[in-house]
């Protein structure tokens, strides 16, 4: 059996090879987390396993959570962040600092505000020129998708789906993006 103190622990796991390393308490009831980002789950029986996430479709890996006897997901940046890192200011997201979204080591994660995050990853989201073409020619070229979708009155969406070719507006034109010149 495992001995766990309330905030931090230093858990050896019998392998081949003994190691040991510190987990610490996480939000989430009998989560734990390590400081490069792997999750465990302590069981009924004092007993320890390391919990697989999943990758969700937006590319955040996730885990599932029981709470108040439903299940729902976590993303284990959200984990490992309640476990490792303080939030005085009680901000809302945990950010990847190198924006890799896999990557949820302790010092890969900050705390921000909703605002602040949305600001960081407009920053890191690359601009697309988009093409509007009818028959074939080219009409008009934007700089971005927002800039399209402002001046032919359709949404965000709708411009992007119908560049990826996964979408076909009712218009008498389209939409493609331009090609990246090298």
């Keep these: 059996m495992i001995e766990l103190e309330e905030k931090e622990s230093k858990v050896v796991f019998d392998t081949d090879e003994e190691y040991s390393f510190t987990i610490k308490r996480s939000a989430y009831k009998n989560l734990w987390a390590d400081c490069e980002g792997h999750i465990y789950r302590l069981t009924k029986r004092g007993g320890m396993f390391e919990v697989k996430p999943y990758v969700n479709n937006a590319g955040y890996e996730i885990c599932s959570v029981m709470n108040n ?25 945990v950010d990847h600092i190198d924006a890799n979204k896999l990557n949820n080591s302790v010092d890969n994660l900050q705390w ?19 093409l509007k073409l009818q028959d074939g020619h080219v009409i008009c070229s934007y700089h971005s998708i927002s800039a399209a979708a402002r001046d032919n009155h359709l949404s965000f969406s709708s411009v992007r789906g119908s560049a990826n070719h996964q979408l076909s507006l009712d218009k008498p034109y389209y939409f493609e993006f331009a090609q990246e010149e090298n």
């Design 69 to 93: 006897g439903k299940s729902t997901t976590v993303t284990v940046q959200r984990i490992v962040a309640t476990a490792w890192i303080p939030n005085p200011q009680h901000l809302s997201d």
């Design 112 to 130: 921000l505000s909703h605002r602040d995050n949305l600001a960081r990853r407009t920053a890191f989201r690359p601009q697309h020129q988009v």
